[in-house]
Every structure is written in structure tokens, then in C-alpha cells.
Nanobody
Framework: QVQLVESGGGVVQAGGSLRLSCSGSGRTFSSDPMGWFRQAPGKEREFVAAISWSGGSPFYADSVKGRFTISRDNAKNTVYLQMNSLKPEDTAVYYC???????????????????????WGQGTQVTVSS
């Protein structure tokens, strides 16, 4: 069974940091672009960050640029999201996702579109208090 499992969420004060992890099992994701998305109560799931299979050219939503860093360790089949300078508006359930079917336009390819992702984790709650 293919699974993505997120961990590392929790409650943190504004200005604090958290590091989320997403571990894959059932198949290797080392050749697949990976992404992080989040969903706040009453809102649609939105793009946060994405990284190509090679780890090159990660990109971010404007709202987190300069504060969040996505990275991956293909040997561990794991993707990370380092979140610094957290704000109350970052409060959401965070999901990781794998894009296994999109054509690889380049070694730096990754998508910000939810529909391009095929496997999703169950999510981990991040709560930032003011």
C-alpha cells in the first residue's frame, strides 16, 4: 500500500519554528516531484511549496517565501518543510503530496497545481498562536 505520512505538526507561538516531515512507503518517490499544501478551516487547500525530484529549483507561495524551506532526502524517501517566523495565518492542516504521473519537462520540474498530484498524506495540524 502506497502511503505518505506527515509528522512534526503542533502548536507554536508566533515567530517560532516547526519542521514537518513526510515519509513515503510502498514505493519510492525519489523520481517524483513533491509538494506541500495547506488547508485552513473554511478555505480551499492551497499550494505552499514544491520541489523537483532532483531537489533543484524549489519554489514557494508568495505568502511563505523567505520563511519556509522545502527539501528532500531521496535516500530516506522523505520530504521536509522547515517553517520559520510562523504567523497565526499559517495555521492550517498541512499535507504533502507526490506527483507520479505528470511528464517530467526537466529535472527541475514541479507543479503548484493540486490536480497534478496523485498521492496525498493524511495531513498534520499546525497551530500558531498570537
Amino acid at each position: 500500500q502506497v502511503q505518505l505520512v506527515e509528522s512534526g505538526g503542533g502548536v507554536v507561538q508566533a515567530g517560532g519554528s516547526l519542521r514537518l516531515s513526510c515519509s513515503g512507503s510502498g514505493r519510492t518517490f525519489s523520481s517524483d516531484p513533491m509538494g506541500w499544501f495547506r488547508q485552513a478551516p473554511g478555505k480551499e487547500r492551497e499550494f505552499v511549496a514544491a520541489i523537483s525530484w532532483s531537489g533543484g529549483s524549489p519554489f514557494y507561495a508568495d505568502s511563505v517565501k523567505g520563511r519556509f524551506t522545502i527539501s528532500r532526502d531521496n535516500a530516506k524517501n522523505t520530504v521536509y518543510l522547515q517553517m520559520n517566523s510562523l504567523k497565526p495565518e499559517d495555521t492550517a492542516v498541512y499535507y504533502c503530496a507526490a506527483d507520479v504521473n505528470s511528464p517530467r519537462l526537466s529535472s527541475a520540474y514541479a507543479s503548484r497545481l493540486r490536480d497534478d498530484y496523485d498521492y496525498w498524506g493524511q495531513g498534520t495540524q499546525v497551530t500558531v498562536s498570537s
